[in-house]
T-cell receptor, first 110, second 113 residues
């Protein structure tokens, strides 16, 4: 089983839709969680860190479920500019090595 | 405030050659990590430098080596290039403390022919 798993998609949604991605991780010692956004042939950009209590940044909400070992990203009122690949990142406590998922592709169409 | 910078942006090399990639971290960051990203995959961790030493290494052969300078900038060296080394090489900087939020440079696209 891979350490971090994501559905590669693509998720094809109309503008204004709400879309959610999940990311599962296998190591229960994981302590830090992040979502990154990567546009085609560009570098990943930090979207948000994921805290135990969940966090929200505008239209984006991230949740952590330690019992089931997954994190989620919810995007409300999707915009065309949200089209990108969303990478889930997980890091074990005591390790400096973050593990990236392969990403979930989102396409928002008019 | 300058972000992470990398050079060169593109590079074409022949099998067996050696390459050096460069990275300057974001202002205030003292930790630099290097990643290899193949098409359609997430970035794979190569190694991380902190206080001019390799702090942790991923599952990459010794052909991949690096260095960090006193100003925190870093180099990635790859010897004896293979076709499979063709990828986007990303540098990320972070502060040296948890949660180690990383900020990436634009990457160097390496093609080995």
């Amino acid at each position: 089983r891979k350490e971090v798993e994501q559905d590669p998609g693509p998720f094809n949604v109309p503008e204004g839709a709400t879309v959610a991605f999940n990311c599962t991780y296998s190591n229960s010692a994981s302590q830090s969680f992040f979502w990154y956004r990567q546009d085609c042939r560009k570098e990943p950009k930090l979207l948000m860190s994921v805290y135990s209590s969940g966090n929200e940044d505008g239209r984006f909400t991230a949740q952590l479920n330690r019992a089931s070992q997954y994190i989620s990203l919810l995007i409300r009122d999707s915009k065309l500019s949200d089209s990108a690949t969303y990478l889930c990142v997980v890091k074990k406590g005591g390790s400096y090595i973050p593990t990236f998922g392969r990403g979930t592709s989102l396409i928002v169409h008019p | 405030d300058a972000g992470v910078t990398q050079s060169p942006t593109h590079l074409i090399k022949t099998r067996g050659q050696q390459v050096t990639l460069r990275c300057s971290p974001k202002s205030g960051h003292d930790t630099v990590s290097w990643y290899q990203q193949a098409l359609g995959q997430g970035p794979q961790f190569i190694f991380q430098y902190y206080e001019e030493e390799e702090r942790q290494r991923g599952n990459f052969p010794d052909r991949f080596s690096g260095h960090q300078f006193p100003n925190y900038s870093s180099e990635l060296n790859v010897n004896a290039l293979l076709l499979g080394d063709s990828a986007l090489y990303l540098c990320a900087s972070s502060p040296g403390t948890e949660p180690y939020e990383q900020y990436f440079g634009p990457g160097t696209r390496l093609t080995v022919t």
